[in-house]
């Protein structure tokens, strides 16, 4: 399962550790990515989404039929 959201299109972002002794290895952060169904009423079926917590945040405030729909006119599959 890859580390980005379809809602908000969060992904993975890199940099660095760096030790006490200032040795610097690569590390990456990775988004809170949940994977969560959702009925949609306008499509009316359930759907399934990998979505940030922010994302969560996004559908609540929008609903999940907005959010579907921007979904769907970016061209991407459900």
Do not use: E
């Amino acid at each position: 399962m890859s580390a980005h959201c379809q809602v908000t299109g969060r992904s993975p972002s890199f940099g660095k550790n760096v030790s006490h002794s200032h040795v610097r290895a690569s590390r990456r952060w990775n988004p809170n990515i949940q994977r969560r169904r959702f009925y949609v009423p306008s499509l009316g079926r359930v759907v399934r989404l990998q979505v940030s917590a922010k994302g969560l945040g996004v559908i609540d405030r929008l609903g999940i039929d907005a959010v579907v729909a921007q979904i769907l006119a970016r061209g991407d599959k459900l």
